[in-house]
C-alpha cells in the first residue's frame, strides 16, 4: 500500500533537547510539507520541499529544520530554539492522482511531540 | 493575501440530522482550488473533494454535498442523515494556482453528531 508514515507517534522531550521527527513516503511524490497543529487550531506551514535537495521555509520555521537528502524522506528537527515545541505535527506530500481531480496532499498519521 | 475563515469553531447535532459546515475564503487569484478534509480523533487528515475555480457544479458523494458559489467565496459542506461515525473536525483549505505550493487551512470546525 502506498502512503505515508511519520514516526514515533509519540515523542517526549526535556526541555533544551533537539528532537528528530520523521516523514517516510512511497507516493513518488516531489513536493513534501510539514505542518504544526496547536489544539483547537488549523494546521500551519513550517516548512516544504518541492524536490530533492531544495526546501523553502512556512510561516513558522524558527525553531525547526529540515533536510531532504532523498526523495522518500523529509525530516523535521524540533531544535531547542523553538519556545513551545508541544504540538501535533503532520507530515503530507503532494501528488496527482486522477481520483482526486487533481494535485491533492496526503497526510501521514502525526506525531504528538510533548515537551516535559 | 489568502484567508479561510470557517466562522463554526463547534457544532452538536442528533443522529440523522442534517448538518452545514460553512467554510468563506478570501484570494485575489483567478485560479485556485478548494479542499475539504476531515480529521477524525485518530488525528490523520482524510481526502474528501477537491474543486477548482473554474468548476461551480455542486458535488454530492453519498450523504456529503458540496456547495461552492464563486459569487460569495463561499464553499460549504453538507453532511445529510448524520450518523455518530461523522464525529470529527472538518478542514477547509485553498491553494493557488499549479505554481502555488501553499495551502491555507481554515481553524476547522469540530462536529460532534450524538446517538
Known amino acids: 500500500d502506498g502512503g505515508i508514515t511519520q514516526s514515533p507517534k509519540y515523542l517526549f522531550r526535556k526541555e533544551g533537547q533537539n528532537v528528530t521527527l520523521s516523514c517516510e513516503q512511497n507516493?513518488?511524490?516531489?513536493?513534501m510539507y510539514w505542518y504544526r497543529q496547536d489544539p483547537g487550531q488549523g494546521l500551519r506551514l513550517i516548512y516544504y520541499s518541492q524536490i530533492v535537495n531544495d526546501f523553502q521555509k512556512g510561516d513558522i520555521a524558527e525553531g525547526y529544520s529540515v533536510s531532504r537528502e532523498k526523495k522518500e524522506s523529509f525530516p523535521l528537527t524540533v531544535t531547542s530554539a523553538q519556545k513551545n515545541p508541544t504540538a501535533f505535527y503532520l507530515c503530507?506530500?503532494?501528488?496527482?492522482?486522477?481520483?482526486?481531480?487533481?494535485?491533492?496532499?496526503?497526510f501521514g498519521p502525526g506525531t504528538r511531540l510533548t515537551v516535559l | 493575501a489568502q484567508k479561510v475563515t470557517q466562522a463554526q469553531t463547534e457544532i452538536s447535532v442528533v443522529e440523522k440530522e442534517d448538518v452545514t459546515l460553512d467554510c468563506v475564503y478570501e484570494?485575489?487569484?483567478?485560479?485556485?482550488?478548494l479542499f475539504w478534509y476531515k480529521q477524525p480523533p485518530s488525528g490523520e487528515l482524510v481526502f474528501l473533494i477537491r474543486?477548482?475555480?473554474?468548476?461551480?457544479q455542486n458535488e454530492i458523494s453519498g450523504r456529503y454535498s458540496w456547495n461552492f458559489q464563486k459569487s460569495t467565496s463561499s464553499f460549504n459542506f453538507t453532511i445529510t442523515a448524520s450518523q455518530v461515525v461523522d464525529s470529527a473536525v472538518y478542514f477547509c483549505?485553498?491553494?493557488?494556482?499549479?505554481?502555488?505550493?501553499?495551502?491555507?487551512f481554515g481553524p476547522g470546525t469540530r462536529l460532534s453528531v450524538l446517538p
Open positions: 503530507a506530500s503532494m501528488g496527482w492522482t486522477s481520483q482526486r481531480g487533481g494535485d491533492t496532499q496526503y
Open positions: 474543486r477548482n475555480s473554474f468548476d461551480e
Open positions: 507516493l513518488n511524490h516531489d513536493a
Open positions: 484570494t485575489r487569484d483567478t485560479t485556485y482550488y
Open positions: 483549505a485553498l491553494r493557488r494556482d499549479n505554481y502555488g505550493q501553499n495551502f491555507v
